[in-house]
T-cell receptor
Framework: AQKITQTQPGMFVQEKEAVTLDCTYD???????LFWYKQPSSGEMIFLIY??????QNATEGRYSLNFQKARKSANLVISASQLGDSAMYFC???????????FGKGITLSVRP | DVKVTQSSRYLVKRTGEKVFLECVQD?????MFWYRQDPGLGLRLIYF???????EKGDIPEGYSVSREKKERFSLILESASTNQTSMYLC????????????FGPGTRLLVL
């Protein structure tokens, strides 16, 4: 079974609207962490947001928030007030236990329309 | 700011050549990683190093080796490049603390002819 599932192949959103990018995960560890990264067309991976499995509050970083639903094993990224510069590929990733390694999903392409 | 640099942005090599991809980080991170990224497959871990001269195989180590002689430098070696190793290669580093994010280099696009 895939550890990280990102099933949306491509998403479109109008500028200034909010968009949700889906991520579900599979782990038997009680302690784990979830990360979201952005990859623009230039190729560099940019860290956006982190959620620990024991964090009671949903993580937020500026226009990014993480809708963490532990029972459903989902960690969706919400981008508010989309900007043209948000057009990129977005990856969800998971760290399990004390392991420093990350497992990545296949990514979602987001296109922001003017 | 953390900086991770990779020796080349673009590289073209011939089948059978030995290829070295270099990665350097300037934040004294213990962990360093090599990934390859292919369309539709996301990032897959090739090798991981948690200290100088220490390494662990990732999910797809076949056809690759690594070297970490100094803490700041992690090299990926393709002993005999093949066309199926044409890909984007990303290096990353992080502190040993598991909650820390990984910081990525700009990537190397390798084409093997």
């Amino acid at each position: 079974a895939q550890k990280i599932t990102q099933t949306q192949p491509g998403m479109f959103v109008q500028e200034k609207e909010a968009v949700t990018l889906d991520c579900t995960y599979d782990t038997s560890d009680q302690s784990y962490g979830l990360f979201w990264y952005k990859q623009p067309s230039s190729g560099e991976m940019i860290f956006l947001i982190y959620q620990g499995s024991y964090d009671e509050q949903n993580a937020t970083e500026g226009r990014y928030s993480l809708n963490f639903q532990k029972a459903r094993k989902s960690a969706n990224l919400v981008i508010s007030a989309s900007q043209l510069g948000d057009s990129a590929m977005y990856f969800c990733a998971m760290r399990e236990g004390l392991n420093s390694k990350l497992t990545f999903g296949k990514g979602i392409t987001l296109s922001v329309r003017p | 700011d953390v900086k991770v640099t990779q020796s080349s942005r673009y590289l073209v090599k011939r089948t059978g050549e030995k290829v070295f991809l270099e990665c350097v980080q300037d934040m004294d991170h213990e962990n360093m990683f090599w990934y390859r990224q292919d369309p539709g497959l996301g990032l897959r871990l090739i090798y991981f190093s948690y200290d100088v001269k220490m390494k662990e195989k990732g999910d797809i180590p076949e056809g690759y080796s690594v070297s970490r002689e100094k803490k700041e430098r992690f090299s990926l070696i393709l002993e005999s490049a093949s066309t199926n190793q044409t890909s984007m290669y990303l290096c990353a580093s992080s502190r040993r603390t598991s909650e820390e994010t990984q910081y990525f280099g700009p990537g190397t696009r390798l084409l093997v002819l």
